[in-house]
């Protein structure tokens, strides 16, 4: 069974759980790093903001739309809207949305300038929503995990991929053991380390009584 026979994918268990990792961020790790490089939490949520509407669009076979007819803006912490916990659950489930008609699986579609098969955009999101869902849990210190059927699905389509990455994308293969789980093989199949942890936060010490 190749790719192509397991799509259209289910974004809305994802997206699920993307909102859960929401409510557990609190502002003071918006400056925290994550497993990608250079990016605060802040500079991931910007992405997902903007990845998310991206792709709804795309799904929609907008091309005149903002971050579907050229490369989108760096993340940014700077710009990331000061509503982004109530404006972002609603883009994610506006993409849930977008992806369940059947016909936003057919044809071409295009998302920060590419144009390819409807259907693989469609499996892009879904990497690009699983996989920072899992930046963002590993830099905020909590629990993540999705569906193996999903994760099957995105690990065949990372393994066509060359092993030294596609610059802007997907960086160079990361080995792992045998035993690595199906969300580690995805990881390190889309150039991540799948033991990233993030830094132990810096104890602030009391001055001695006198």
């Known amino acids: 069974m190749t790719v192509a026979d397991r799509v259209p994918l289910d974004f809305d268990p994802p997206v699920r759980k993307l909102r859960a990792l929401l409510l557990g961020i609190g502002d003071a790790e918006l400056a925290g790093p994550t497993p990608c490089p250079e990016w605060t939490v802040a500079a991931l949520l910007d992405h997902l903001m903007g990845l998310s509407y991206a792709f709804t669009q795309a ?32 883009l994610l489930e506006e993409l849930s949305t977008a992806w369940k008609d059947p016909a936003s699986w057919t044809g071409t579609s295009q998302a920060g300038g590419v144009t390819m098969p409807a259907a693989s955009l469609g499996i892009v999101a879904m990497n690009e929503l ?33 092993a030294d990455g596609t610059p802007g994308l ?41």
């Open 59 to 90: 799904a929609r076979k907008r091309t005149d739309a903002p971050g579907t007819g050229g490369p989108p803006p760096a993340p940014s912490a700077q710009h990331l809207s000061r509503h982004w916990r109530s404006s972002l659950p609603v």
């Open 130 to 162: 699983v996989m920072h869902s899992s930046d963002l849990a590993r830099a905020t210190g909590q629990e993540y995990a999705t569906d193996p059927r999903t994760l099957e699905v995105l690990i065949e389509f990372l393994s066509q991929g060359p």
């Open 170 to 210: 997907f960086g160079p293969l990361v080995p792992t053991d045998s035993e690595a789980t199906l969300l580690d093989q995805a990881l390190a199949l889309a150039g991540r380390d799948p033991h990233w942890r993030r830094p132990p936060r810096r104890r602030i010490l009391s001055a001695p009584a006198a």
